[in-house]
């Protein structure tokens, strides 16, 4: 591989040579080995290519190679850089002149004049190595002309993922500075849905966190990045692509740092039959054998899906012969139209006719159905940013696939004023051939979307199906949760708001999530053993024992039953037993005002899927999701529903929520008072149930009440004391979290509690914070640890002008993890690390009485001067020098808590 632009070494232009896994190769900047090479000096030279200096020595520029050795075989990046950028203007350079480097290519920092990325094989060009072309290109491109008035032209070659080619010719265009890119929808909504217009630079965002995007929003998609279904971002080849090229080779995005496998030459895919496979699936279809209905059994007016697939993104429209009269065009016949995007997509139906009209219960029920539409193949966006004006505008020729040749194309420029093509209307464009020309710089700061695609009509064969339509398709006597909709069925079979699939989440443990997978309470083998309890269903392959060989485990495995109660999690209303229910612990933020740990709703807010509406991805159907994502706010790998140790500050949920009395083996969980686990038949534990204690749950406690609960603050009474600090435990890099490290650092056990810092020290949580003064509050909790009647924030020197014990003036503002950060007046907040412990004896300040002794002498002959020496409980030794005669010697010394303020004094006499 040679490369070269005219710019190396003038004004600090330099090359950035990057393998496909990201890492960098050479950095060409005409110095030291580098010298000279890789530089274009003239026009001679840029025809030539890199065939100066080696064996060839010929009239070409000499090149700057990058021999490519076994295992890097990829995408390379190459970025042609200045160390900075200026706007400035510059003199421009005819395509036709002789140009010469030292006069012509400008020296501020903006452009490159003349370019070269050359790939040969064999050897190096300048060594007699044989030339390639198609094999270099980018999926964005940025030009710059000096100034308005200057005319370009423009050829390239575009590769869509579908394997289709276009040569785009862009002529007589007047852009100034310019981008452009290509893919396959054009700029969309936040679904993801072209729009199918251009638009100002205000009306759209360029992004590519597809996954955060809003309603109400339209966007571009990063063209510079991997793509993101359905979003292709297509190829800009500086020649016809090479057909030898791979179909995908590794790729490293250098701006996102993300390494990847894209796609060079895909296989184009045949259009002959671009609807097929029609099918019908009831609702029903894949629950377990506690449901009559199968595939096509259907429950009256639940409806089903008719299933098909397209080779390619189109318009289909379904008809139903409701009335079995082998006409499509009754009243009450039904008709559905539906954008697709190729692959397997199905149209749901409700099993009515038009009018609304459930069909009735019978036997072998003629499902008559007819398919048609359009599918659209090889479709391009071609993203022109910013071209003030054309006199040429585009045209587009394919290469490949249906009917190559010049082809015709679409825009619709109305939202600024502009034309729509073929003598259209607004959000109705029609096909031309005539290129586009505008001027008074109509296109200034704007994306011009012209696209172009291959139409194929796709017309289905007639489907007759026969189904069987039953008053009702389940048994309604398995429904764990009571709300109606039983647990085969059932999305969240205990009403906690966490999907059955999300129960399942802890990936430092034997097992991790099942987002997509069979849900537990299904049955993939139909043998009437639900998959959490099967264990001979090679679909599901539950790990439990099964010693006596019945296909029922012995008992629910561990992977199913987070803290082994006998309760599976999807069950389970606390499925780590640390005394917050699932339902606190989810970050779905629904309340709980009948304090039983379930979503107390009416029936009408969840869906037939029995997943709450308001948390819920669409509100029916078995392909819901959550709309939210269980918390992990210690980042540990494990979900707060499943952590005892959420905030991994070294004291467990249980004791930060006040219940530390409950855990008798201090493992962070309920127990009995002997460390075994009892629950009710929902899983809370039987201290806290309500159905055994008749006293309904208490919502998470925030001491501070700065609207993070204590179980996820770091600093529980906001004093500028860390819990970890006021638990006496260590935390090196004070950013409260347990020991040494980050929190992406800490090892954890499956219970996401610590047992190893970030630097390898071995720690450990615990369910008894300390509490120095014994007098109910721990630490972490208490404004005065050592009851001295001094404030913590002022032993630990914690700035708190108003002397309330809390960190700074007033009410302050605290960040997620409930630290101070400002104080009322908006006075930054600083939280003490390393409390002071004046006398070094291991006990800070703040857990530190302040003992006054008073002695009373009698004896005459205490000299002036002599030296008292003191000895204290902690077998420290105080010595003082007492100067005064026949008066009271005051000794004042700090005494830890857990000690006795006595002292034995030893005073000379004589």
């Not at 040679?2 to 496909?20: D, N, S, W, Y």
């Not at 190096?124 to 100034?147: C, H, K, P, W």
């Not at 987070?562 to 699932?582: F, W």
């Not at 005065?784 to 032993?795: F, L, M, N, R, V």
Request: net charge negative.
């Amino acid at each position: 591989m040679q490369k070269a632009p005219k710019t190396l070494g003038i004004a600090g232009g330099f090359i950035r040579v990057i393998r496909p896994d990201g890492t960098d190769h050479t950095l060409f900047d005409n110095k030291g080995v580098n010298f000279q090479k890789g530089i274009i000096y003239n026009k001679t030279q840029e025809f030539a290519g890199p065939t100066g200096g080696g064996t060839l020595n010929g009239p070409g520029y000499i090149p700057g190679v990058v021999p490519v050795l076994s295992g890097e075989e990829g995408i390379w990046t190459i970025t042609l850089e200045y160390p900075a950028y200026s706007t400035s203007p510059f003199n421009n350079v005819l395509n036709v002149d002789n140009w010469q480097r030292i006069v012509d290519q400008p020296t501020n920092q903006r452009v490159v004049l003349a370019w070269d990325i050359t790939v040969s094989k064999n050897a190096a060009a300048n060594d007699g190595g044989d030339m390639l072309t198609g094999r270099v290109f980018t999926q964005e491109i940025s030009y710059v002309v000096n100034d308005n008035g200057n005319l370009t032209d423009i050829d390239l070659y575009v590769l869509s993922d579908e394997g289709i080619q276009y040569n785009l010719k862009m002529e007589d265009m007047d852009p100034w500075g310019w981008f452009l890119s290509s893919n396959n929808r054009g700029i969309v909504d936040h679904e993801r849905k072209p729009i199918l217009q251009s638009a100002e630079d205000t009306e759209f965002i360029r992004s590519w966190q597809a996954s955060s995007w809003l309603s109400g929003n339209n966007y571009l998609y990063e063209p510079q990045t991997k793509d993101f279904s359905p979003i292709a971002n297509n190829k800009l080849f500086f020649n016809v692509p090479d057909p030898d090229l791979p179909l995908e080779a590794s790729d490293f995005d250098v701006y996102r740092n993300v390494k990847f496998k894209n796609w060079l030459n895909p296989v184009i895919p045949s259009y002959n039959d671009p609807l097929f496979n029609v099918d019908f699936s009831a609702y029903v279809a894949d629950t377990s054998i506690y449901s009559i209905c199968g595939q096509y059994v259907m429950g009256v007016g639940q409806g089903g899906f008719i299933t098909f697939e397209t080779v390619g993104r189109g318009e289909v429209e379904l008809r139903i012969d409701v009335n079995q009269n082998s006409s499509f065009d009754d009243p009450e016949d039904i008709s559905k139209n539906k954008e697709v995007l190729g692959g397997m997509d199905s149209i749901f139906w409700d099993g009515k006719d038009n009018f609304g009209v459930p069909i009735p219960p019978q036997k072998n029920f003629s499902l008559t159905l007819r398919m048609s539409g359009t599918i659209y193949s090889g479709e391009m966006h071609f993203l022109l940013f910013d071209i003030e004006n054309t006199t040429g505008g585009i045209n587009l020729t394919r290469l490949n696939g249906v009917n190559p040749g010049k082809v015709s194309f679409l825009y619709d420029h109305s939202s600024f004023g502009g034309g729509v093509s073929g003598g259209g209307i607004p959000g109705d464009p029609q096909p031309t051939l005539q290129p586009y020309s505008y001027s008074n710089n109509q296109g200034d700061e704007k994306m011009m979307d012209y696209w172009s695609f291959i139409a194929t009509s796709a017309i289905s064969d007639e489907v007759t199906l026969m189904i069987d339509i039953v008053d009702s398709c389940v048994d309604p006597s398995l429904d764990s949760d009571g709300d109606g909709i039983i647990d085969v069925i059932d999305l969240d079979d205990d009403n906690d708001g966490i999907p059955d699939i999300r129960e399942f989440c802890s990936v430092v443990g034997s097992f991790t999530c099942l987002p997509g997978g069979p849900d537990p309470s299904h049955d993939e083998d139909k043998d009437k053993i639900l998959n959490f309890r099967d264990a001979n269903d090679a679909a599901f392959a539950n790990p439990c024992a099964d010693v006596d060989g019945d296909g029922i485990c012995d008992q629910v495995d561990d992977v199913y039953d987070k803290d082994g109660d006998g309760v599976p999690d999807h069950l389970d209303l606390d499925s780590d037993n640390d005394g917050l229910p699932d339902m606190y612990e989810a970050g779905h933020g629904l309340a709980d005002p009948e304090g039983n740990g379930v979503i107390n709703a009416p029936v009408a807010e969840f869906g037939n899927n029995g997943f709450y509406n308001n948390i819920s991805s669409v509100a029916n159907g078995q392909l819901a999701v959550a709309n939210y994502l269980p918390p992990d706010k210690d980042n540990d790998g494990v979900p707060d529903n499943d952590d005892r140790e959420s905030d991994n500050d070294g004291i467990n949920d249980v004791a930060e929520d006040d219940m530390q009395g409950l855990d008798s083996n201090n493992d962070g969980a309920i127990d009995d008072g002997f460390g075994g686990i009892m629950v009710d038949s929902v899983g809370i534990p039987l201290q806290i149930s309500p159905s055994a204690s008749g006293n309904p749950l208490s919502s998470p406690k925030d001491f501070d009440g700065d609207g993070i609960p204590n179980y996820l603050d770091h600093d529980s009474d906001n004093d500028g004391l860390m819990d970890v600090i006021e638990t006496v435990n260590p935390d090196g890099d004070n950013n409260g979290f347990l020991g040494t490290g980050a929190d992406v650092d800490l090892k954890v056990n499956e219970f996401g509690q610590v047992y190893e810092d970030g630097a390898g020290n071995p720690v450990s949580t615990t369910s008894y914070p300390v509490n120095t003064d014994m007098l109910g509050l721990p630490d972490f909790q208490d404004l005065d640890s050592d009851a001295d009647g001094i404030w913590d924030t002022y032993e630990a020197g914690v700035y708190d002008p108003d002397q309330d014990g809390v960190s700074g003036f007033g009410i302050p503002m605290v960040n997620d993890f409930g630290v101070p950060i400002k104080d009322e007046n908006g006075d930054p907040l600083v939280n003490v690390h390393i409390p002071p412990d004046f006398d070094g004896d291991g006990f800070p300040i703040f857990r530190i009485r302040i003992v006054i002794m008073t002695v009373f002498l009698t004896d005459t002959n205490v000299k002036l001067a002599c030296l008292v020496r003191i000895r204290t409980p902690m077998e420290s030794l105080i010595s003082m020098t007492w100067t005064a005669i026949m008066t009271d010697l005051v000794i004042r010394w700090n005494v830890p808590m857990a000690t006795i303020p006595t002292a034995l004094i030893q005073i000379p006499t004589g």
